[in-house]
């Protein structure tokens, strides 16, 4: 391996190491008291110094030996965290990035813009350099990077844990001449602690007793002490006092989301009742603030339980860490061609199995094509599951891009996530970033208002921007949710009429309103920022969207918020079908929609009302030879399909029920893209083509016919 291969592995590193950094940079801004992610931050620093001094990359490895030297004073507590801190530790980041990207020009000292920018930081921040850390100039004006002493080793440690403590003492305990402060104390030695006081049990004025312990702790430690340290700790109260240790790591496995929520725990700890959450989460305010309004559960009761929260998500970082430890690195490319590879032997499985059923009495034949497709289909699911990734990884990356730009617009805006465990094809992850962005960047713009309008509007002063996803069948949901503004429909009209979009007189429906901010070139906004205004970024998410045989759907009330909803496909490589036939046309339903199928037959039939009784419900169903207008007479014995879209069962009525098939998805041409009730193609084995229903909107377009 030459030296230019050796670099491009680091830069690989390197770009992974600046991804986690700006999502512990971000977390460390919510969260600065939590010396672990400080840790992190700095770990991150020391290794690309390390790495980048080791094949000569000397501007990186002397500009992150500087910030290196800030995040040290930090953690040695020399250093007051402050919000200048972490801007300048984010456009540091941004700054190796930068050099990152031409590595031929990053050997040298460092040029006079970079030892501007560290002087300028040191500055803000209040970073007076302990002589070790000292640069000179050079004669032509550079700067080199001073040399430091090296910190002793330090003996390794066994990995801690995180433990729920719950300290009740018994109410006799100052009379038994017990101090749990003392404990306390002797707790928060062990390790880094968080302590919440309870005072659930403190009785009226009138029938209080000073010398009653009606005070417990609630108690997270991170520690490498055992459990068996921990309740050394109490085994002199234990007899008088209710404790429970509990270690959050065997709270955890692979059901466990990713981010578990609030109303989860407080249901878990049986604080509230699932009528009550459901009540609540149907409001546009934030579940803490409203369960606390609305007295369901105390401040404390709250406290708790977003201190839980919070150590839970440290947990499952540590342990998503400990895991990728055991991964391998494999460029995308390499991927690609293996999907593609995959893709090709199911085809040719396909054509294997036909060729062989005209075969006949060959059972040698059959066997190996059988055991040809368990392999082939082992081997799909295998390649299948290498390239599904969580989106939680690009949610996390517009957290930077929501910070920056509401500090750019003057807005205090947050943004929440939800279903980041969930996976999707890295093909689909990868086109889904700049619809996103062009989404999230709209609704700061556009929806999002002022603080001073929205305590106006009786809102509170941070605006919120939820970003969620959930897989129903074959098919993902992306949601991204403000509660700005809303979409203002006579404003959307008027500019619609303006640019010739619609005539004068157009009769539009709420949908119809709501689908022109796609139109390229259109804005509402009157002057144009750096932000928005040439109405390009609507545009690029249609445009995506259609690439990737996605959908868009909008719900909006004004003055209340916004709600796009992007529906896009698992996968864009292949599923698993339902091939069906109507005449001689082939398609093929996709498996995860799939319920059941039953026979019909008409004359049995009372009357043709495209109802039937399935599992003693009424069933509507859908005839496909009219939806497509396939013209022939229908058979006497038809079959049914029955699929379940958005928790709805609906009937697809076909000719016949071919039977399962690997399907190899292809894209349609340009000619076909308006088509109702298809998203796309795939080849049969004896080389026909079939094309794959998209049943949501086959159900969408009858409806909008029948309505």
């Given at each position: 391996?030459?030296?230019?291969?050796?670099?491009d592995?680091?830069?690989?590193?390197?770009l992974?190491?600046l991804?986690?950094?700006?999502?512990?940079?971000?977390?460390?801004?919510?969260?600065?008291?939590?010396?672990?992610?400080?840790?992190?931050?700095?770990?991150?620093?020391?290794t690309?110094?390390?790495?980048?001094?080791?094949?000569?990359?000397?501007?990186?490895s002397?500009f992150?030996?500087?910030?290196?030297?800030?995040?040290?004073a930090?953690?040695?507590?020399k250093?007051?965290?402050?919000?200048?801190?972490?801007?300048?530790t984010?456009?540091?980041r941004?700054?190796?990035?930068?050099?990152?990207?031409?590595?031929?020009?990053?050997?040298?000292?460092l040029?006079?813009?970079?030892?501007?920018?560290?002087?300028?930081?040191k500055?803000?921040?209040?970073?007076?350099?302990?002589?070790s850390?000292?640069?000179?100039?050079?004669?032509?004006?550079?700067?080199?990077?001073?040399?430091?002493?090296?910190?002793p080793p330090q003996?390794?440690?066994?990995?801690?844990?995180?433990?729920?403590?719950?300290?009740?003492?018994g109410?006799d305990?100052?009379?038994?001449g017990?101090?749990p402060?003392?404990?306390?104390?002797?707790?928060?030695?062990?390790?880094e602690?968080?302590?919440?006081?309870?005072?659930?049990?403190?009785?009226?004025?009138?029938?209080f007793?000073?010398?009653d312990?009606?005070?417990?702790w609630?108690?997270?430690?991170?520690?490498?002490?055992?459990?068996?340290?921990?309740?050394d700790?109490?085994i002199?109260?234990?007899?008088t006092?209710?404790?429970?240790?509990?270690?959050?790591?065997n709270?955890?496995?692979?059901?466990?989301?990713?981010?578990?929520?609030l109303?989860?725990?407080?249901?878990?700890?049986?604080?509230?009742?699932?009528?009550s959450?459901?009540?609540?989460?149907?409001?546009q305010?934030?579940?803490g603030?409203?369960?606390?309004?609305?007295?369901?559960v105390?401040?404390?009761?709250?406290?708790?339980?977003?201190?839980?929260?919070?150590?839970?998500?440290?947990?499952?970082k540590?342990?998503?860490?400990a895991?990728?430890?055991?991964?391998i690195?494999?460029?995308?490319e390499?991927?690609?061609q293996?999907m593609?590879?995959?893709g090709?032997?199911?085809?040719?499985?396909?054509?294997?199995?036909?060729?062989?059923?005209?075969?006949?009495?060959?059972?040698?034949?059959?066997?190996?094509?059988?055991?040809?497709?368990?392999?082939?289909d082992?081997?799909?699911?295998?390649?299948?599951?290498?390239?599904m990734?969580p989106i939680?990884t690009?949610?996390?990356?517009f957290?930077?891009?929501?910070?920056?730009?509401?500090?750019?617009?003057g807005?205090?805006?947050?943004?929440?996530?939800d279903?980041?465990?969930?996976e999707?094809?890295?093909?689909?992850?990868?086109?889904?970033?700049?619809?996103?962005?062009?989404?999230?960047r709209?609704?700061?713009?556009?929806?999002?208002?002022?603080?001073?309008?929205?305590?106006?509007?009786?809102?509170?002063?941070?605006?919120?921007?939820?970003?969620?996803?959930?897989?129903?069948?074959?098919?993902?949901y992306?949601?991204?949710?403000?509660?700005?503004?809303?979409?203002?429909?006579?404003?959307?009209?008027?500019?619609?009429?303006?640019?010739?979009?619609?005539?004068?007189?157009?009769?539009?429906?709420?949908?119809?309103?709501?689908?022109?901010?796609?139109?390229p070139?259109?804005?509402?906004?009157?002057q144009?920022?750096a932000?928005?205004?040439r109405?390009?970024?609507?545009?690029?998410?249609?445009?995506?969207?259609?690439?990737?045989?996605?959908?868009?759907?909008i719900?909006?009330?004004?003055?209340?918020?916004?709600?796009i909803?992007?529906?896009i496909?698992?996968?864009l490589?292949?599923?698993?079908?339902?091939?069906?036939?109507?005449?001689?046309?082939?398609?093929?339903?996709?498996?995860?929609?799939v319920?059941?199928?039953l026979?019909?037959?008409?004359?049995?039939?009372?009357n043709?009302?495209?109802?039937?009784?399935?599992h003693d419900?009424?069933?509507?169903?859908?005839?496909?030879?009219?939806?497509?207008?396939?013209?022939?007479?229908?058979?006497?014995?038809?079959?049914?399909?029955?699929?379940?879209?958005?928790?709805?069962?609906?009937?697809?009525?076909?000719?016949?029920?071919v039977?399962g098939?690997?399907?190899?998805?292809?894209p349609?041409?340009?000619?076909?893209k308006?088509?109702?009730?298809?998203?796309?193609?795939?080849?049969?084995?004896?080389?026909?083509?079939?094309?794959?229903?998209?049943?949501?909107?086959?159900?969408?377009a009858?409806?909008?016919?029948?309505?």
């Amino acid at each position: 391996m030459d030296k230019d291969q050796f670099i491009d592995t680091f830069k690989e590193e390197a770009l992974e190491l600046l991804g986690s950094l700006e999502s512990s940079l971000l977390e460390l801004e919510e969260q600065p008291e939590d010396k672990e992610l400080l840790s992190a931050v700095f770990r991150v620093m020391h290794t690309i110094k390390g790495s980048a001094a080791m094949f000569g990359l000397d501007k990186i490895s002397a500009f992150s030996h500087e910030v290196e030297s800030i995040l040290s004073a930090l953690r040695d507590g020399k250093l007051v965290f402050s919000r200048a801190l972490i801007d300048n530790t984010l456009q540091s980041r941004d700054l190796i990035l930068e050099m990152l990207g031409d590595t031929a020009s990053a050997t040298g000292s460092l040029p006079e813009k970079l030892v501007q920018f560290l002087a300028d930081f040191k500055q803000s921040v209040g970073f007076r350099p302990e002589g070790s850390v000292i640069q000179s100039k050079t004669p032509d004006g550079d700067v080199t990077a001073g040399t430091s002493v090296n910190a002793p080793p330090q003996k390794a440690k066994k990995a801690s844990e995180t433990w729920h403590i719950t300290f009740v003492p018994g109410r006799d305990s100052f009379r038994r001449g017990s101090n749990p402060l003392a404990l306390i104390n002797e707790i928060r030695n062990l390790g880094e602690t968080v302590c919440i006081p309870v005072f659930d049990r403190v009785s009226s004025l009138s029938g209080f007793d000073p010398e009653d312990c009606a005070t417990s702790w609630e108690i997270f430690l991170t520690t490498s002490a055992t459990e068996n340290d921990i309740r050394d700790l109490f085994i002199f109260v234990e007899d008088t006092s209710e404790i429970k240790i509990e270690c959050l790591a065997n709270l955890i496995d692979e059901h466990t989301p990713s981010n578990k929520k609030l109303g989860e725990i407080l249901l878990e700890k049986g604080k509230i009742k699932q009528e009550s959450l459901d009540r609540i989460l149907n409001s546009q305010k934030r579940i803490g603030e409203l369960l606390v309004e609305e007295k369901l559960v105390t401040p404390t009761d709250l406290k708790v339980a977003l201190e839980e929260q919070k150590q839970f998500q440290k947990v499952q970082k540590s342990k998503n860490a400990a895991n990728d430890m055991s991964t391998i690195r494999v460029k995308s490319e390499k991927l690609d061609q293996l999907m593609s590879l995959v893709g090709e032997l199911v085809t040719v499985h396909a054509r294997i199995l036909q060729t062989s059923k005209n075969v006949s009495n060959n059972d040698e034949l059959v066997s190996i094509v059988e055991q040809f497709g368990r392999l082939t289909d082992e081997l799909r699911s295998n390649t299948m599951s290498i390239r599904m990734v969580p989106i939680g990884t690009t949610f996390s990356s517009f957290k930077r891009l929501v910070r920056d730009l509401s500090a750019e617009l003057g807005k205090n805006v947050e943004l929440e996530t939800d279903g980041g465990e969930t996976e999707l094809d890295k093909t689909v992850i990868e086109k889904l970033n700049d619809p996103l962005i062009h989404i999230i960047r709209n609704s700061l713009d556009h929806g999002i208002e002022l603080p001073s309008v929205r305590e106006e509007r009786g809102k509170p002063k941070t605006g919120i921007i939820r970003l969620s996803a959930t897989q129903t069948g074959a098919s993902v949901y992306i949601t991204i949710e403000d509660d700005g503004n809303g979409l203002d429909r006579a404003a959307i009209v008027r500019k619609a009429m303006s640019k010739g979009l619609i005539p004068p007189d157009a009769q539009l429906s709420e949908q119809e309103i709501f689908s022109l901010i796609f139109a390229p070139g259109f804005s509402t906004k009157e002057q144009v920022s750096a932000v928005s205004g040439r109405g390009v970024g609507m545009d690029v998410v249609n445009r995506q969207m259609e690439l990737i045989n996605g959908s868009i759907a909008i719900e909006s009330t004004e003055k209340q918020g916004t709600r796009i909803t992007l529906k896009i496909p698992l996968t864009l490589a292949i599923i698993d079908g339902l091939l069906v036939r109507i005449s001689n046309e082939f398609f093929v339903i996709p498996l995860s929609v799939v319920v059941g199928c039953l026979e019909y037959i008409l004359e049995k039939q009372k009357n043709d009302n495209n109802i039937v009784i399935f599992h003693d419900h009424q069933l509507p169903f859908i005839n496909m030879r009219t939806f497509f207008g396939i013209p022939g007479e229908r058979l006497p014995i038809e079959q049914i399909v029955v699929v379940n879209i958005k928790n709805q069962q609906v009937g697809i009525l076909v000719d016949q029920v071919v039977g399962g098939n690997q399907t190899v998805i292809k894209p349609l041409g340009k000619l076909y893209k308006q088509a109702d009730g298809v998203s796309s193609g795939t080849i049969l084995g004896d080389g026909s083509v079939a094309l794959i229903l998209d049943v949501e909107q086959i159900l969408d377009a009858t409806e909008k016919e029948e309505g």
